[in-house]
């Protein structure tokens, strides 16, 4: 019989981030980005597969019929001092198991390479701040590193709607209230999680995933309302992601949407992780701050990315932090190395990414 405290043990020791149970296969752990067999276990089998849904199902009625009607589930579970994101996925009408685990305490904000520029784009008083990413590029972790910030710093009310609850929050000089999103919980969606906060006298709104346009609009109208709005969205890089909220919306009404954007668009982070030279991983940040210029792009009739980029290396001093500079100073430090660096830009960019570290070192004496 499949042993899942063992399996759960042994990530946690080994500082795994996630857990693959899939019939046909050892169980596997991921450790910094690498997948690796759990030692000293069995190849899984159908019946292992059923006793591990029943582990963490655990005769819950309303969940079973999720699964069932679905195929598919997400859920928290608590083990020992470790949260973990269950999330249940059928293959061959067999279900298959991804755990993330997540830990108690949150890293000191300054070990996770976030640039200053962003704490303090966090005391905005209203506006639109987004996180953006791949998966597994620890857009939750700094969402929740600006959360734990305000919450030390400043006297807000904070209401943070996830699928499902990651870390869990103490109220010390805020007010936090987190709420899970989906069928059967604190709010069905996050679009009306994000409208029922206007009536909640709040502050600050933090969305765990803006993946649609209705909770986008609700976002706008959120940020418009005087609050400020810090969501998170699937996508490789800042200016991708004004494309894609854009893009969200018919053709008739993209101008208005680029008005709206232009005024109450702040700040955009992409982030992306790398296996880093000391075989830690390492935060690679990409920042756009939305400042008059940027602003006036956003809103022309027309606009090509390249002019959002183009307006970002040029007003570096304003916070800006393009790719190819945070690539360039990530390999001038030492922590990644030249081929990891041009790994995240494109070819024709690597002449640019040469002279940007030769520039640095001039400028570093190195």
Do not use: W
């Not at 109208?221 to 991708?240: D, N, R």
């Not at 430090?333 to 070819?347: F, G, H, T, V």
């Amino acid at each position: 019989m499949v042993q899942i405290d063992k399996i759960i043990n042994e990530a946690i020791e080994k500082n795994a981030s996630d857990i693959h149970l899939i019939c046909g296969l050892k169980p596997m752990i991921r450790v910094l980005k690498e997948l690796i067999e759990v030692e000293n276990t069995e190849i899984l089998t159908e019946d292992d597969m059923t006793d591990i849904y029943d582990y963490f199902i655990r005769g819950n009625i309303q969940k079973d019929n999720m699964y069932n009607r679905t195929r598919r589930i997400d859920m928290s579970y608590d083990f020992e001092k470790v949260r973990i994101r269950v999330n249940i996925t059928s293959v061959d009408y067999v279900p298959t198991f991804t755990l993330r685990l997540i830990k108690d305490e949150l890293p000191k904000y300054e070990d996770l390479g976030i640039p200053n520029v962003v704490r303090k784009m966090a005391k905005q008083q209203q506006g639109l701040i987004l996180i953006t990413g791949k998966v597994n590029s620890g857009k939750s972790t700094t969402a929740n590193a600006l959360i734990n910030e305000i919450n030390e710093t400043s006297n807000k009310k904070i209401i943070t709607l996830e699928n499902p609850v990651e870390y869990r929050h103490k109220s010390k000089k805020s007010i936090i209230l987190q709420k899970e999103v989906g069928p059967g919980k604190d709010c069905v969606s996050f679009s009306d999680g994000v409208k029922n906060s206007l009536k909640e006298d709040c502050d600050i709104v933090v969305i765990g995933e803006i993946r649609d346009r209705e909770t986008m609009e609700a976002a706008i109208e959120t940020a418009e309302t005087g609050h400020l709005v810090i969501g998170t969205l699937h996508t490789k890089s800042c200016t991708e992601t004004v494309d894609r909220i854009i893009n969200f919306y018919d053709i008739k009404d993209q101008l208005s949407i680029k008005y709206l954007l232009s005024s109450l668009l702040k700040l955009v982070v992409s982030q992306r992780l790398v296996k880093g030279q000391n075989g830690k991983l390492v935060l690679i940040p990409e920042v756009m701050v939305v400042d008059k210029v940027i602003s006036g792009i956003i809103k022309k009739e027309k606009f090509g990315i390249s002019e959002l980029e183009d307006a970002m290396q040029s007003s570096l001093d304003k916070g800006n932090i393009s790719l190819i500079n945070s690539v360039a100073k990530l390999f001038v430090d030492e922590k990644i190395s030249l081929d990891q660096a041009k790994e995240q830009i494109e070819d024709r960019s690597v002449d640019i990414l040469n002279r940007t570290i030769m520039g640095l070192k001039i400028k570093h004496g190195k």
